[in-house]
């Protein structure tokens, strides 16, 4: 007996740790569960392979033109997707314009969702800096997205870098009004109101309780605002307003293409098949984020 009058077994036991194997175990059973989210993150890991290793999967140079292969039919042994109006291989072209996409939509994710962090969390926490600030970003938003980034691109001029630019400005108001309307709800929670019972600064209950409760939104919504940038871009490259032409991306490749359809259907398929699969894997891969954390969703599931 110990001094408290407790046994040395009744002791409070740790559990065991979790090894490597009941890891990966808990991911397959989560995937399982979430089919939906499983599809779409393979789809994802796939463009990224694809993006990583653009040089290496039986890829040429997607700018250089083969006048003498102008429109060659798919599925030959050299040409696996065909080759457009000026001789350029379409798969090549097809994957490295993944990593334009790619990069699209994970920087204008980054850089909407910090920049909507900053301001929705000052804005939810300050009714004078809400007043003032939510006005502008109304303003912002009762443009339509697409209309505000060509404005933009005729203002910056067209490159990848301002591609980036114009549709962060774009997608940041919608991510500082869902920041913003989290903060809301968990400011006159309980435990704020202790911790300023208590005389804690406004920045510590920020950073302490405000910002690690408001992840689980922002890592659901960073998965829409890359899509919806991935889309943006193509649209943009669609209509001129892009990268420049000679750059391998879906946008500026359906662009070439629009002009060809009848003659070379295969110069608008596949990179409209490549930026499709892309959107969705993205959107089942926020989807089943949510479903998993959502409390009320999670707690309807199980």
């Known amino acids: 007996m110990t001094d408290s009058g407790y046994s040395a077994t009744s002791s409070w036991a740790k559990p065991p740790e979790l ?3 009941d890891r990966i175990n808990g991911i397959l059973t ?3 569960r979430h089919p939906n989210m499983a599809i779409g993150m393979g789809i994802v890991m796939v463009a990224l392979v694809a993006a990583i290793f653009a040089p ?3 890829t040429v140079d997607p700018s250089a033109p083969a006048p003498f292969e102008r429109f060659a039919g798919p599925f030959s042994a050299e040409y696996w997707f065909g080759t457009d109006n000026i001789g350029r291989d379409v798969w090549s072209r097809a994957i490295y314009g993944s990593r334009i996409s790619l990069t699209v939509g994970v920087s204008v994710a980054a850089i909407a969702i910090s920049i909507g962090v900053i301001i929705g969390v000052a804005a939810g926490y300050s009714q004078k800096f809400d007043m003032i600030v939510m006005r502008f970003m109304d303003g912002l938003m009762s443009i339509p997205s697409i ?11 067209g490159s990848i870098q301002n591609v980036i630019i114009a549709l962060s ?10 920041v913003r309307s989290a903060v809301l709800s968990l400011r006159e929670r309980t435990y704020i109101e202790a911790s300023r019972s208590i005389g804690a600064s406004t920045p510590r209950i920020m950073i302490r309780h405000i910002l690690p409760n408001i992840v689980a939104p922002l890592i659901v919504h960073s998965t ?5 940038a991935i889309l943006l871009e193509a649209y943009l490259s669609f209509l ?3 990268p420049p032409e000679e750059i391998p991306s879906w946008g500026n490749m359906v662009a070439g293409a629009k002009d060809y359809l009848s003659r070379a259907p295969w110069m608008i398929f596949f990179p409209g098949l490549f930026l499709t699969f ?5 959107s089942l891969a926020g989807d089943g984020l949510r479903d998993i954390l959502d409390p009320q969703i999670k707690r309807r599931l199980n």
Not at 169 to 178: D, F, G, L, M, N
Not at 224 to 228: D, F, G, I, M, R
Not at 278 to 282: D, F, K, Q, R, W
């Open 278 to 282: 892309t959107v969705l894997g993205i």
């Open 169 to 178: 400005i774009t997608e940041a108001p919608i991510a500082t009004r869902v």
């Open 224 to 228: 829409y605002v890359a899509s919806a």
């Open 147 to 157: 209309i505000l980034a060509i404005a933009l691109m005729a203002l910056l001029g």
């Open 30 to 32: 989560l995937l399982k």
């Open 240 to 242: 001129g307003a892009g």
């Open 56 to 58: 290496v999967l039986w």
């Open 19 to 21: 090894t490597v194997r």
